[in-house]
């Protein structure tokens, strides 16, 4: 059982840092120039972040508290990738799912004719900001998951 605990563990990372990815290089290469190319941006990027970000996000967190909980990995990586997956979750949850039908909503609205709004400009470059504020959580996560670092503590028992 927990050999397939940790195989679901690395394919929710997959499917959370893959759709992460994603999102970074579809705006990097398309952008939001206009209405139409804003439209299928935003459009991707939320049908993504349902299928893979907010899953794999899920997925990850519930393994590892079953490991927390149910295996008793209770060493402090652990709870530092805990702490970290919290920001994650909280961030995605409480500020970055709520924007997306926003923008998308206001890139079909400028996808007839009209220029992209300054609202949506603004929105736009509040979700970078916000996204960029989960770089160090994932890094932390990430490395706290991989290395299982002996920390504090734990290094001279």
Known sequence: MRK???????IAGIM???GILSHIVIG?????????TALNVYTYKELSA???????LALKLACDLTL?????????WMKIKLGAQVL?????FVFLVPMMPELRAMAAAAAA???????FHDLEATEALIGQTNVLPLLTELIMGA????LFGERRV
């Open 147 to 150: 290395f299982k670092p002996k």
């Open 4 to 10: 397939t605990l940790d195989f679901v563990n690395e």
């Open 50 to 56: 349902y299928i893979l970000i907010l899953p794999g």
């Open 113 to 119: 004719s009209a220029p992209l709004p300054q609202a």
């Open 88 to 92: 994650l979750a909280i961030n995605a």
């Open 68 to 76: 927390f909980y149910g295996y008793g990995v209770r060493d402090h």
């Open 16 to 18: 959370y840092v893959g």
């Open 28 to 36: 990097a290469v398309l952008g939001s120039p206009d209405g139409q």
